[in-house]
């Protein structure tokens, strides 16, 4: 008889933005028990797990072109409120719950999580974790996600961090779990391209100021008229009017139209891991994407022109090996990484990124299988703990001091219907305008 086929493991992904869509749903893919991605297409391999993702209504809900751009499929995805979305976690079984939020809708979560699931004898295991570098609220970030069964660490370095804080305040450290970011892959860098490419990775909210992105902008166009035989793209997370993580109120496209750029210089869209494919010199103020060429072994250079400062997040990478100038770019200079930095990174460009998920599949399947099923959410702030904090943070989410959808809580006991759909995509619409284009008018206008 033919042996029976095992039953496919059912993930929930809640996100609320595209980056941490990304994140989460190939966190999903790469920690579920079973059989790795790396193995998944073959014959012998066992059904991967069913997706079902969940974006959460906010001011960074990914469009359908943010979407299409990340490449990560599920097999359903819609949007929803907190209050909707702690109703489809008491209607339907999970195995696994990742919460891809920030700090702030982790906490939300946590606590509505355990007022839904109170008395119920099972429930989900539930992961969360960081999209990328962790370089600033570190304590308040890790104190905000506590409280989940696994918090995922991307690297050596960020796993020891984070057992410290968590120690250091009392609270259980057990749930700290190493691996490594999730979308890292390609093909190893193997010499240059021709045309030799550069590709500059900006960030929504790196720097912040229209001077310090001006000047970025200058020197990236500088870069391609000093060397026309290269390709120099600008390469974009969104374009203007959508969101994705931080808040970006100065778009490079905007800035770049009074500029008179070279036929060797333009911007572009897509898919990190399809630009790197092609990318000879990878430049950051101090982006992810600096992890993801280092991983391949592009060379990789992250800038120090407008100082090494916490508030940039490049003060990161001291140590590594990639810090440079655009002067000592245009003078043909190609950093070489420190391979002890990198190899405390979780980078994994010495072969062990493949096992890099292997102790949080463990301990997931552990879990999973515990006898009795697992005890309640127990976060590290409660009312008690921290009364004059957390009940703005679950306030925030419509939900109370307990846990609870608080009375008028948007769609706490219906489906929002093609009216209220309609309404909530004006009014997001209406937002995403307000950032970009009345609220710096606005504080111009003030500096006057």
Known sequence: MPASTPKRPRIAVLADSDTRWKWGALTAHRIVPGPSMETAG???AQPGPLLDGFLLRGRATPTPRQLREVGVSADSLREVTAAEFLRAMDEDAYDVLVLALVGGGVQAMLHGLAHTWSGRRSRPVVVTGYVGVVYEKLADGLLLRHGA????????????????VYEGVGADASSVTEVALPFLGGARYEGEHEPYRVVFAAQPSVPDSRRDRTYL???LVQHARRHPEREVLLKLRSKPGEHTTHIEELPYQKLVQRLDAPAN????????????DRTDLLVTVSSTAALESLHRRIPTAVLTDLGVRESLGNHHFVGSGCLASWDQLDAGHRPVPDEEWVARQGVGADGSY??????AR???AKLLGRPGGLPPLTPYYTPVTAPGYLPGILARHHLGPDGAPLPGAPAADREPGPVRQIVRRAARGAYR???????????RMGEL
Do not use: C, K, W
Request: charged share 30%; no cysteine.
């Open 42 to 44: 073959s014959e012998a």
């Open 149 to 164: 069964d696994l918090v995922l660490a991307n690297s050596r370095q960020d796993a020891e961090r984070f057992r410290a």
């Open 217 to 219: 902008l200058d020197r």
């Open 265 to 276: 210089f333009r911007l572009v869209y897509g898919n990190m891991g399809e630009v790197l």
């Open 354 to 359: 493949g096992s890099a998920f292997d102790t």
């Open 362 to 364: 463990e301990h997931i």
């Open 433 to 443: 305008h307000g950032v970009q284009r009345v609220a710096p008018v606005i504080r």
